[in-house]
T-cell receptor, first 112, second 110 residues
Framework: GAGVSQSPSNKVTEKGKDVELRCDPI?????LYWYRQSLGQGLEFLIY????????KSGLPSDRFSAERTGGSVSTLTIQRTQQEDSAVYLC??????????FGQGTRLTVV | KQEVTQIPAALSVPEGENLVLNCSFT??????LQWFRQDPGKGLTSLLL?????REQTSGRLNASLDKSSGRSTLYIAASQPGDSATYLC?????????FGAGTTVTVRA
């Protein structure tokens, strides 16, 4: 596609439910990133993919968070047993190796 | 660990004034530095990318400089307009990860 696409744009879920957030990167981009932005806060790095592998998962806040990337393209970020502190905007970005990064519009997750 | 600082945190100027936004980083071993704009409730829009070998980059009314040895970058926006009101973020790329500053929120008064 023309840009990075994220879905859904908004998600409201009940505490304790699992959620899946999807990211479609720019075609051909080998690097894919997930970041989290809490209200009024800066961007927090979650995970980095190069192709289908994730050499850096150091930013995942807990073992309730996981992510995968298939076919060197689409990525899914899964949050299990959601908590209220998981409420944030989840942003995905893609790039060629060490070049300009492009971000999607984000998924706003609200845990009630 | 790379630390990125943006000063000031907020800035309010009258329309037509030039804007100067500062970004500093602690580790000079970078590949590039990227400036983004974020409008409320939106994602990040890339404004400029400066490679580590470059001193500056220009796009329209925007000019960004990079002094890698001193760990500083400055974004200049000439002749500001109300539509320039947004949060501006700088991000430094190390091995692969983008490390972000907290941003400068700009308000341009008509």
């Amino acid at each position: 596609g023309a840009g990075v696409s994220q879905s859904p744009s908004n998600k409201v879920t009940e505490k304790g439910k699992d959620v899946e957030l999807r990211c479609d990167p720019i075609s051909g981009h080998t690097a894919l990133y997930w970041y989290r932005q809490s209200l009024g806060q800066g961007l927090e790095f979650l995970i980095y993919f190069q192709g289908n592998s994730a050499p850096d998962k150091s930013g995942l806040p807990s073992d309730r968070f996981s992510a995968e990337r298939t076919g060197g393209s689409v990525s899914t970020l899964t949050i299990q047993r959601t908590q209220q502190e998981d409420s944030a905007v989840y942003l995905c970005a893609s790039s060629l190796m060490n070049t300009e990064a492009f971000f999607g519009q984000g998924t706003r997750l609200t845990v009630v | 660990k790379q630390e990125v600082t943006q000063i000031p945190a907020a800035l309010s100027v009258p329309e037509g004034e030039n804007l100067v936004l500062n970004c500093s980083f602690t580790d000079s071993a970078i590949y590039n530095l990227q400036w983004f704009r974020q409008d409320p409730g939106k994602g990040l829009t890339s404004l400029l990318l400066i490679q580590s070998s470059q001193r500056e980059q220009t796009s329209g009314r925007l000019n960004a400089s990079l002094d890698k040895s001193s760990g500083r970058s400055t974004l200049y926006i000439a002749a500001s307009q109300p539509g320039d009101s947004a949060t501006y973020l700088c991000a430094v790329r190390g091995d692969y990860k983008l490390s972000f500053g907290a941003g400068t929120t700009v308000t341009v008064r008509a």
